[in-house]
T-cell receptor, first 112, second 113 residues
Framework: DAKTTQPNSMESNEEEPVHLPCNHS???????IHWYRQLPSQGPEYVIH???SNVNNRMASLAIAEDRKSSTLILHRATLRDAAVYYC?????????????FGGGTRLMVKP | DGGITQSPKYLFRKEGQNVTLSCEQN?????MYWYRQDPGQGLRLIYY???????QKGDIAEGYSVSREKKESFPLTVTSAQKNPTAFYLC????????????FGPGTRLTVT
């Protein structure tokens, strides 16, 4: 199974950009990179996903390295409501069941 | 409003009792999932169902059972055979297919003493 590696925790100041890294050196050619986040005592919520090209949506941007062995989730202006655990997940190429395999994630702390 | 509901939010049971957690969705999703989360850990898959009357075991199915009699509902029973049932239980649903996002419910926090 392709795995991801993320820092355990990161800190950011409010209204500054945040770059959350994820390494996935064993990624296969058909694996999509997904990001979810989980606010305290809530279920996870989808943030963004991509395959090869960089992606933008209203929540964040996803920058994918050219060799696809790493990616970075970018929050352009962190707010206190962005404090959460962020999970980088690979959707396996033969994962017909659509399951998500969660690692430990990165706990983002946002300081006012 | 469309979404996933789980009830109750908090549940307390005595050891040795079976308990059933509710999960309902009105998103018209074919696939539904149950995850377990322990403090400070990521989610682990218990069971999933891609279609009515069919379901598969996830990574930690022992001590749990499910049913999928209706598209909207996917209840999870935590049996007395589950050795460490105290945890945060999350239900999710999605459209069929490998890259569709999963929508999660608010979770049920189960405490067994």
């Amino acid at each position: 199974d392709a795995k991801t590696t993320q820092p355990n925790s990161m800190e950011s100041n409010e209204e500054e950009p945040v770059h959350l890294p994820c390494n996935h050196s064993t990624i296969s050619g058909t694996d999509y990179i997904h990001w979810y986040r989980q606010l305290p005592s809530q279920g996870p919520e989808y943030v963004i996903h991509g395959l090869t090209s960089n992606v933008n949506n209203r929540m964040a941007s996803l920058a994918i390295a050219e060799d696809r062995k790493s990616s970075t989730l970018i929050l352009h202006r962190a707010t206190l409501r962005d404090a959460a655990v962020y999970y980088c997940i690979l959707r396996e190429g033969d994962n017909a069941g659509n399951m998500l395999t969660f690692g430990g994630g990165t706990r983002l702390m946002v300081k006012p | 409003d469309g979404g996933i509901t789980q009830s109750p939010k908090y549940l307390f049971r005595k050891e040795g009792q079976n308990v059933t957690l509710s999960c309902e969705q009105n998103l018209n999703h074919d696939a539904m999932y149950w995850y377990r989360q322990d403090p400070g850990q990521g989610l682990r898959l218990i069971y999933y169902s891609q279609i009515v009357n069919d379901f598969q075991k996830g990574d930690i199915a022992e001590g749990y059972s499910v049913s999928r009699e209706k598209k909207e509902s996917f209840p999870l029973t935590v049996t007395s055979a589950q050795k460490n049932p105290t945890a945060f239980y999350l239900c999710a649903s999605s459209l069929a297919g490998r890259i569709n996002e999963q929508y999660f419910g608010p979770g049920t926090r189960l405490t067994v003493t």
